[in-house]
T-cell receptor
């Protein structure tokens, strides 16, 4: 496909359950970002990868959140022991360049809407 | 703390012009982005400003004043499809994008 894809689009989890959210960036894009977006709010940064290296994970809200991009393409965001406050849309974005200082346009996926009951 | 302020909601008429303001207070500044987000969809890039002044791109223009910590997005000849949320985001000194909560724009016929 031409754009960023994410799966699943919707996920309902029981409190305490582990979930894994997948992101397929645009082929060849070096940078990959994960964001959390609550209803009616702007996205909030979670973590950033340059190829397979996780260069910034300062936005991850707790040690229950873990992200990886082992081969520098597909990325997975894992949330362990989900809590109700984890309910949000999780957006993945990719950009072509690896230089985070450059004003690279970020291309967003459609997001995964996670609801924790 | 870091803060991005923009109005929660605006209403405008089809064919008219609307200006959406954004003020920011961030630790450092490496540029300001405007994104459009339709309900339930991903944000899509509209503009990037790093120098003071106006950038025009078709019906959309974006203005920046770094000394005032202020930007606006100007939409001309409004169309019904422009109904969406408009997100202002600043690239801070750590090259993290700090996002505003978005302005929901409602276009009426």
């Amino acid at each position: 496909g031409a754009g960023v894809s994410q799966s699943p689009r919707y996920k309902v989890a029981k409190r305490g359950q582990d979930v894994a959210l997948r992101c397929d960036p645009i082929s060849g894009h070096v940078s990959l970002f994960w964001y959390q977006q609550a209803l009616g709010q702007g996205p909030e940064f979670l973590t950033y990868f340059q190829n397979e290296a996780q260069l910034d994970k300062s936005g991850l809200p707790s040690d229950r959140f873990f992200a990886e991009r082992p081969e520098g393409s597909v990325s997975t965001l894992k949330i362990q022991r989900t809590q109700q406050e984890d309910s949000a849309v999780y957006l993945c974005a990719s950009s072509l360049e690896g230089d985070r200082g450059a004003p690279n346009e970020q291309f967003f996926g459609p997001g995964t809407r996670l609801t924790v009951l | 703390g870091q803060n991005i302020d923009q109005p929660t909601e605006m209403t405008a008429t089809e064919g008219a012009i609307v200006q959406i303001n954004c003020t920011y207070q961030t630790s450092g500044f490496n540029g300001l982005f405007w994104y459009q987000q339709h309900a339930g969809e991903a944000p899509t890039f509209l503009s990037y400003n790093v120098l003071d002044g106006l950038e025009e791109k078709g019906r959309f223009s974006s203005f920046l004043s770094r000394s005032k910590g202020y930007s606006y997005l100007l939409l001309k000849e409004l169309q019904m499809k422009d109904s969406a949320s408009y997100l202002c985001a600043v690239l801070d000194s750590n090259y993290q994008l700090i996002w505003g909560a978005g302005t929901k724009l409602i276009i009426k016929p």
